[in-house]
């Protein structure tokens, strides 16, 4: 496969098919931006880029959404933009849905993980994955000395120290370091909201906003929780929850569940990303929060389709088919499919 691509960089070992793309990579390294903008005189690699730019000045937008009108500058942020219509005719969006047909395991992904069952297509794959585990971190940053698990994380890393940033934005020309990050800022342009929550419905453009978010949520559950606990007699909840946080006084029935929770006091976060690092007090989060890097949505709906990467999203869309509206309102008797739509309708009763 090595004669496929001979032409090869000196400065990250990148290799490519023609002598044509080497040289305009290299740019990226020589800082080199041959084609400039004759408005504003911002420089860009290629031409094609340099093209979208200008659109910036011109305004034009010969991308048009079927379903809304609104247009775009650049084709990608229209195929995201008609994801934000609900059950609308999904052409631009199926080419990201056509390469995942269900695989059969066996064939599909014959290398398994022996710590935690994850199965993956390479031999390869699964030694980087397995690295997450053993926490091996081979690669080592010569500027600050922080390590990696992947070179590849390293080379994205090196980026802080050298200021590239590869990824540049057709709309407004900003660059970034990774992909994924200029795929979060384009969502500025196209308005797209993929992170929805499960309990109000309300969407936003980073998985960070919605976890932010969603706090609001469990505080009011731990609240409501905590309103009921305090009027159960004292004497009953040792035998039930004999583990007790020095810290706060809150009780656990098992022991496991106690060193979980006082991570939230010490700031312990054991479960590492492999990809950005971000850690976690919990095995099941880290593994929730690593489908935002792999796009995985396990939970689909067989009614039409749609996939979610966590359960209770799959859940709450279901009852959209089922008609099904389980949180009912004491006073009218009106129902809703979310509690937090319940909780707003009750407002019009209290006068809140």
Same mark, same amino acid.
């Given at each position: 496969?090595?004669?496929?691509?001979?032409?090869?960089?000196?400065?990250?070992?990148?290799?490519?098919?023609?002598?044509?793309?080497?040289?305009?990579?290299?740019?990226?390294?020589?800082?080199?931006?041959?084609?400039?903008?004759?408005?504003?005189?911002?420089?860009?690699?290629?031409?094609?880029? $340099?093209?979208?730019?200008?659109?910036?000045?011109?305004?034009?937008?010969?991308?048009?959404?079927?379903?809304?009108?609104?247009?775009?500058?650049?084709?990608?942020?229209?195929?995201?933009?008609?994801?934000?219509?609900?059950?609308?005719?999904?052409?631009?969006?199926?080419?990201?849905?056509?390469?995942?047909?269900?695989?059969?395991?066996?064939?599909?992904?014959?290398?398994?993980?022996?710590?935690?069952?994850?199965?993956?297509?390479?031999?390869?794959?699964?030694?980087?994955?397995?690295?997450?585990?053993?926490?091996?971190?081979?690669?080592?940053?010569?500027?600050?000395?922080?390590?990696?698990?992947?070179?590849?994380? $390293?080379?994205?890393?090196?980026? &802080?120290?050298?200021?590239?940033?590869?990824?540049?934005?057709?709309?407004?020309?900003?660059?970034?370091?990774?992909?994924?990050?200029?795929?979060?800022?384009?969502?500025?342009?196209?308005?797209?909201?993929?992170?929805?929550?499960?309990?109000?419905?309300?969407?936003?453009?980073?998985?960070?906003?919605?976890?932010?978010?969603?706090? &609001?949520?469990?505080?009011?559950?731990?609240?409501?929780?905590?309103?009921?606990?305090?009027?159960?007699?004292?004497?009953?909840?040792?035998?039930?929850?004999?583990?007790?946080?020095?810290?706060?006084?809150?009780?656990?029935?098992?022991?496991?569940?106690?060193?979980?929770?006082?991570? &939230?006091?010490?700031?312990?976060?054991?479960?590492?990303?492999?990809?950005?690092?971000?850690?976690?007090?919990?095995?099941?989060?880290?593994?929730?929060?690593?489908?935002?890097?792999?796009?995985?949505?396990?939970?689909?709906?067989?009614?039409?389709?749609?996939?979610?990467?966590?359960?209770?999203?799959?859940?709450?869309?279901?009852?959209?088919?089922?008609?099904?509206?389980?949180?009912?309102?004491?006073?009218?008797?009106?129902?809703?499919?979310?509690?937090?739509? $319940?909780?707003?309708?009750?407002?019009?009763?209290?006068?809140?």
């Amino acid at each position: 496969r090595g004669g496929e691509k001979p032409h090869r960089c000196g400065d990250c070992g990148k290799g490519f098919s023609r002598g044509s793309n080497l040289a305009q990579h290299r740019r990226i390294h020589t800082g080199e931006r041959p084609h400039r903008c004759a408005d504003c005189g911002k420089g860009f690699i290629q031409r094609s880029d $340099l093209e979208r730019h200008r659109r910036v000045h011109t305004g034009e937008r010969p991308y048009p959404c079927g379903d809304c009108g609104k247009r775009f500058s650049v084709s990608s942020h229209l195929d995201r933009h008609r994801r934000t219509h609900a059950g609308g005719p999904g052409p631009p969006a199926q080419p990201r849905a056509r390469p995942r047909p269900p695989p059969t395991e066996a064939t599909a992904a014959p290398h398994r993980c022996p710590e935690c069952g994850k199965s993956f297509a390479q031999r390869s794959a699964l030694a980087k994955h397995r690295k997450t585990h053993s926490g091996e971190r081979p690669h080592r940053c010569g500027d600050c000395g922080k390590s990696f698990s992947r070179g590849s994380n $390293l080379t994205q890393h090196r980026r &802080i120290h050298t200021g590239e940033r590869p990824f540049a934005c057709g709309d407004c020309g900003k660059g970034f370091i990774q992909r994924s990050d200029l795929e979060r800022h384009q969502r500025v342009h196209t308005g797209e909201r993929p992170y929805t929550c499960a309990e109000c419905g309300k969407s936003f453009s980073v998985s960070s906003h919605l976890d932010r978010h969603q706090k &609001i949520h469990a505080a009011e559950r731990a609240e409501s929780d905590g309103g009921e606990g305090e009027s159960a007699p004292p004497a009953s909840a040792p035998p039930e929850k004999p583990y007790k946080c020095g810290e706060c006084g809150k009780g656990f029935g098992q022991r496991s569940a106690l060193v979980k929770h006082r991570r &939230i006091h010490t700031g312990e976060k054991p479960y590492a990303c492999g990809d950005c690092g971000k850690g976690f007090i919990q095995k099941s989060d880290l593994t929730i929060h690593r489908r935002m890097h792999t796009g995985e949505k396990p939970y689909r709906c067989g009614e039409c389709g749609k996939c979610f990467s966590v359960s209770s999203n799959l859940i709450t869309h279901q009852r959209t088919h089922l008609g099904e509206k389980p949180y009912q309102c004491p006073e009218c008797g009106k129902s809703f499919i979310q509690r937090s739509e $319940l909780t707003i309708h009750q407002r019009v009763h209290t006068g809140e």
